[in-house]
């Protein structure tokens, strides 16, 4: 008999198409997802099988660290943006949230909406358990045993501070079957903790097109652009023909994370990473961590891959450029 995690895996793909073929009327096709995005603010992305102008999303938070009082509510309309006739997505940008230990949101509509998510954030003091995962692709069983194995380390009510993705979290980002079937729902089956463990992502060779082009496959992680400018996130969360940026900073507690997109190395990548590198706030950081797919050294493992696919020649610039920088400024990760 087929394991759990097989069978989870087989009812996902048949869910998926079920829902490609229009056997419901309409349905939530993933759940909210909520990433990072700057340091007081998170992106949450969700999606329907049909078309609903009247999404919005509504937050508030525990202001008052102890006393339990909560701030007023905030509704926010939802950006759409239809994928294809059967994948209508939704985003918004919640914040900003100040100093506020707990963000709680929930998206409504005229007709449908989801249960309540509360994210736990904590200050700079204190540490912060952060799941890290990687290279999921093409594996939606192994993937949902790593995380039922993480999901026993929590109780029900208890998630993930933070989850650190290092990339390559799909096979295919224009299949939008592997983007349902490679992460959301293993995702879900897996405990659920995208809802309320805010992501930082950082982009793999598979996660989207390096050669900047207007539609470079970002069609759920998207997120990022704009965020350069960490306080100023004016910039509308989608801008069609503008390439996404992903390298930026985020804080995790008592840790600074920096992440780095190694797939689309350039100068103004460089420029960020050595003025982050000297700020105030990665310096004092208890935890100074650097994110990026492609690691500075890399283990020779197959010798097709390493010398006829180039994969010998992946980390250089990070081994050459920025792993000298690591070492001056004392990155401890």
Not at 143 to 153: C, D, G, I, N, W
Not at 158 to 172: C, E, R, T
Not at 289 to 298: D, K, Q, R
Request: charged content about 20%; hydrophobic content about 30%.
């Amino acid at each position: 008999m087929l394991q759990d995690s097989q069978v989870q895996t087989l009812l996902s793909i048949f869910q998926d198409w079920l829902d490609g073929q229009g056997f419901y009327a309409c349905k939530i096709r993933k759940l909210p997802m909520v990433y990072e995005h700057g340091h007081e603010h998170y992106y949450v992305v969700w999606e329907t099988s049909c078309p609903n102008n009247g999404y919005s999303l509504e937050w508030w938070t525990d202001d008052v660290p102890g006393d339990g009082s909560s701030t007023s509510h905030h509704f926010v309309k939802a950006q759409y943006k239809m994928i294809d006739m059967s994948h209508h997505r939704y985003s918004v940008i919640i914040g900003p949230v100040g100093l506020a230990t707990k963000v709680h949101y929930r998206t409504t509509s005229h007709s449908k909406a989801t249960a309540q998510y509360s994210i736990t954030r904590r200050n700079e003091t204190e540490l912060t358990r952060v799941l890290v995962i990687a290279d999921n692709q093409n594996g939606p069983t192994e993937f949902r045993k790593v995380l039922s194995s993480a999901r026993e380390h929590y109780s029900s009510n208890n998630v993930p501070d933070a989850i650190l993705h290092v990339g390559d979290s799909l096979q295919n980002t224009n299949k939008l079957s592997d983007w349902q079937n490679q992460l959301f729902s293993p995702l879900e089956d897996g405990g659920g903790f995208q809802h309320r463990s805010p992501t930082v992502f950082v982009p793999g060779n598979h996660d989207h097109d390096k050669a900047r082009t207007p539609n470079n496959g970002n069609l759920y992680t998207d997120m990022y652009h704009g965020v350069l400018t960490t306080y100023g996130l004016g910039d509308p969360v989608v801008v069609n023909g503008t390439y996404h940026r992903f390298f930026h900073t985020a804080s995790l507690g008592s840790a600074r994370v920096i992440v780095l997109d190694s797939e689309c190395p350039s100068a103004e990548q460089s420029e960020f990473l050595e003025r982050e590198l000297q700020s105030e706030a990665f310096q004092s950081a208890q935890f100074r961590i650097v994110a990026v797919h492609v690691p500075p050294y890399i283990e020779f493992w197959d010798p097709y891959t390493w010398s006829e696919r180039g994969e010998k020649h992946w980390g250089e610039h990070i081994r050459l450029e920025y792993d000298p920088l690591f070492r001056r400024h004392n990155v401890d990760l």
